[in-house]
């Protein structure tokens, strides 16, 4: 047992009556939650993971008592005034005798060491709170790419304390992901996203652990990428093509049935993989989905809306009321096998063809009819260029548009 402390009490520090619905409670309860993972994870890591939590509540204590946390050594190294000014401070609180207080005025704990290889879980326990909104399958892809580029930094400078990385080290990285994409040639956004990542989580262990870094990383990215090409299908041949009979045999049917789902709603994914019962609506005046965060963090706040059933997707549903549970938060598992089927049928025009590209040709041909703007932001989930008033377009001037575009399923959906 690491946790010796018996029954401990924390309050929320909001009062009921000032949040009769809980809504502040429930974010600070979060918070907690979150303070006292971090808590538990430094106890499990021993003698090192014990002093940064020391380290992290000195600091904290010492923003409360509104100073910036200095270590024993900077503050001898500083002004005389400094130092008899903190003491004071302690005397005016009667706190001379207060372990903590002391520690966090005088600098009583040491800054921690931190190597590369314990930069991703520094960085996880200052950002945790960020993945009580995320599934699971979301905190896999948001820790793998920076996993992966702490991974890289290492296997070329080796597994080196932050505070002595150098300039040279960092340009050293970035004129090896330069060789790696001359050689290989690999993607300039690649090589980017590491040194952004790399230079984000230094950015964040910094600011919290007050190790003033230098910013070594700073103005490193490589000039030269060229945005990827988001390519649209024409609708004659997603009609002719992808919807004819037969086209998706070799498909099973919640991935064949997500597809005619994607093709009339525009879709993303995810959002189509994640429906469940509560969020399809078969038995309404007018059938539809409602995109909501679910147990899962949102792309964009405008992501979440609701769509009109119509063509397909109506049809398809009619055999899904309860959702896909084989791709439930698997929406890359979804896109692996869709693309694969696609690509051994032909049915991928060029390299930059993809089952995703059914969103863009859905939003192409909202515009071919001359939907209002206002109405295609809706349905696609993206941000209207104006103030937001009022509820927006009804589902019934949603549907209007949605079947003037609607595809004809195959006989046998």
């Known amino acids: 047992m690491l946790d010796r402390r018996g029954l401990v009490r924390i309050s929320t520090g909001v009062a009921v009556a000032d949040d009769p619905r809980g809504v502040r409670a429930r974010s600070a309860v979060q918070a907690l939650g979150a303070e006292l993972e971090t808590y538990w994870r430094n106890l499990k890591e021993g003698p090192s993971g014990e002093a940064r939590q020391r380290f992290a509540n000195a600091t904290k204590r010492a923003r409360s008592l509104g100073l910036a946390y200095r270590t024993n050594e900077e503050l001898a190294a500083g002004p005389l005034d400094e130092i008899m000014a903190r003491i004071n401070l302690l005397l005016d609180r009667n706190a001379v005798d207060d372990e903590k207080d002391v520690a966090a005025v005088m600098g009583g704990e040491k800054r921690p060491t931190l ?12 950002e945790q709170q960020n993945f009580l909104a995320m599934s699971p399958n979301q905190v ?33 990285f970035r004129e ?33 652990n007050q190790l003033k870094l230098e910013p070594v990383f700073q103005n490193l ?44 709603t525009g879709l993303r994914l995810s959002e189509a993989a994640n429906l469940t019962s509560e969020t399809i609506h078969l038995d309404h005046e007018i059938p539809h989905i409602r995109v909501r965060p679910n147990g899962r963090r949102l792309k964009t706040d405008h992501s979440a ?17 309860n959702g896909f549970p084989r791709y439930r938060d698997k929406a890359a598992s979804l896109s692996a096998l869709v693309n694969k089927v ?20 859905f939003e192409d041909r909202l515009t071919a009819v001359e939907a209002p703007e206002k109405v295609v932001a809706y349905l696609m989930g993206h941000k209207w260029i104006r103030p937001k008033y009022g509820a927006g377009p009804s589902l019934a001037q949603k549907q209007k548009w949605l079947q003037r575009i609607a595809f004809t399923p195959p006989v046998r959906v």
């Not at 920076?146 to 960092?170: C, H, M, S, Y």
């Open 115 to 126: 190597r590369l290889s314990d930069l991703l879980k520094e960085f996880e326990a200052i």
């Open 221 to 264: 990215r490589l000039s030269g990428a060229v945005a990827a090409q988001r390519a649209a299908f024409t609708d004659t041949f997603v009609q002719d093509k992808i919807l004819a009979e037969g086209a998706l045999n070799g498909l099973n049917d919640e991935a064949r049935h997500l597809v005619y789902l994607i093709a009339d």
């Open 176 to 208: 090896w992901w330069q060789k790696r994409i001359v050689e290989e040639g690999l993607d300039i956004g690649t090589a980017n996203k590491d040194i952004g990542h790399v230079s984000k989580m230094l950015r964040v262990v910094d600011l919290t």
């Open 342 to 361: 696609l690509t051994n049928k032909k049915l991928l025009p060029t390299p930059q063809h993809s089952l995703y590209s059914l969103r863009h040709t």
């Open 305 to 321: 809306r609701d769509i009109p059933l119509v063509g397909g997707a109506l049809e398809a549903m009619k055999l899904h009321p």
């Open 140 to 172: 896999k892809k948001w820790r793998n790419p920076k996993k992966r580029a702490v991974d890289n930094l290492i296997g070329v400078i080796g597994d080196k304390e932050i505070a002595r990385l150098t300039r040279d080290d960092a340009v050293e």
